[in-house]
């Protein structure tokens, strides 16, 4: 039942931006980490940015200073804004997010995971003049 959706994707001019946005629904228990990948035709898929539950972003170094990352919603939704756009951030872009499938609490205090990865359908990100 859980779905990861994305959207904002585009086709925009370089030095242009665009904001994508990852929604999380139908988890029982809290969301965890959420990240953004991205996967360009003949490079394998590569993480872009993070945004772990305590609020900590981390970044690829390509994009620091120009992607900036929030979390919404009681964490189901995650926004990456993007800036300053280039021709090499060309990719399908893919949402990630790791969705508890036990209390949190439970899982914090046995030191377990308990996590499960879900994936969103891709949305694709054309940056050309």
């Known amino acids: 039942q859980v779905q990861v959706v994305e959207s904002g994707g585009g086709v925009v001019q370089p030095g242009g931006s665009l904001t994508l946005s990852c929604a999380v629904s139908?988890?029982?228990?809290?969301?965890?980490?959420m990240g953004w990948y991205r996967q360009a035709p003949g490079k394998q898929r590569e993480l872009v940015a993070m945004i772990e539950s305590r609020g900590t972003c981390k970044y690829q170094d390509s994009v620091k200073g120009r992607f900036t990352l929030s979390r919404v919603d009681g964490e189901n939704t995650v926004y990456l804004r993007m800036n300053s756009l280039k021709p090499e951030d060309t990719a399908v872009y893919y949402c990630?997010?790791?969705?508890?499938?036990?209390?949190?609490?439970?899982?914090?205090?046995?030191?377990?995971?308990?996590?499960?990865?879900?994936w969103g359908q891709g949305t694709q990100v054309t940056v050309s003049s």
């Open positions: 990630a997010a790791k969705v508890f499938h036990v209390h949190p609490l439970f899982a914090q205090m046995t030191g377990i995971s308990g996590t499960e990865a879900y």
């Open positions: 139908g988890n029982k228990f809290n969301v965890s980490d």
